[in-house]
């Protein structure tokens, strides 16, 4: 048997990525990335407002009555944790959000990917993640958004 006969065509991809870079994925996250800048900066406001609760407690530490100052105390826990939560609910709906955008555009993905693999005669097919080392010259994904851009 021939050297040449063990030949394999070699590719390697990242159909997450090639979904996320399509036209179709940005234009799906234009509306919730606004959405989540809008939340993101509230956190980042409520969190500033924590901080500063929390310097005023301690500088009026000696001058608050005990009750006072544990009302104040139990005040900041009670924002902090539903501070918390607003992030975790936040990056749940943004999990999901993926999820379900991954999910309506991968056979399309798919399709065209079998286009190309059949397109190129491809006998291997690696997940471009899971890859230590590759020529960048066997990176499909870029033609893969590109062909999922046009439609093919």
Same mark, same amino acid.
């Given at each position: 048997?021939?050297?040449?006969?063990? =030949?394999?065509?070699? %590719?390697?991809?990242?159909?997450? &990525? #090639?979904?996320? *870079?399509?036209? +179709?994925?940005?234009?799906?996250? /234009?509306?919730?990335?606004?959405?989540?800048?809008?939340?993101?900066?509230?956190?980042?406001?409520?969190?500033?407002?924590?901080?500063?609760?929390?310097?005023?407690?301690?500088?009026?530490?000696?001058?608050?009555?005990?009750?006072?100052?544990?009302?104040?105390?139990?005040?900041? =826990?009670?924002?902090? %944790?539903?501070?918390?939560?607003? &992030? #975790?609910?936040? *990056?749940?709906? +943004?999990?999901?959000?993926?999820? /379900?955008?991954?999910?309506?555009?991968?056979?399309?993905?798919?399709?065209?990917?079998?286009?190309?693999?059949?397109?190129?005669?491809?006998?291997?097919?690696?997940?471009?993640?899971?890859?230590?080392?590759?020529?960048?010259?066997?990176?499909?994904?870029?033609?893969?958004?590109?062909?999922?851009?046009?439609?093919?």
């Amino acid at each position: 048997m021939s050297l040449n006969s063990w =030949a394999l065509e070699v %590719a390697v991809v990242d159909v997450r &990525i #090639a979904i996320f *870079q399509s036209a +179709a994925a940005q234009e799906a996250l /234009k509306k919730p990335q606004d959405k989540i800048r809008v939340i993101e900066q509230q956190a980042k406001q409520e969190n500033k407002d924590l901080q500063d609760m929390s310097a005023a407690l301690k500088r009026d530490e000696l001058t608050l009555s005990k009750e006072e100052f544990e009302t104040k105390q139990r005040e900041i =826990a009670q924002r902090n %944790a539903a501070l918390r939560n607003k &992030i #975790a609910n936040m *990056q749940r709906e +943004a999990q999901l959000l993926e999820q /379900k955008l991954l999910a309506s555009l991968k056979p399309k993905a798919e399709a065209i990917l079998k286009k190309i693999i059949e397109e190129k005669k491809l006998d291997l097919i690696l997940n471009s993640q899971a890859s230590v080392y590759f020529k960048t010259e066997l990176d499909i994904t870029n033609e893969l958004t590109r062909r999922m851009n046009e439609g093919s």
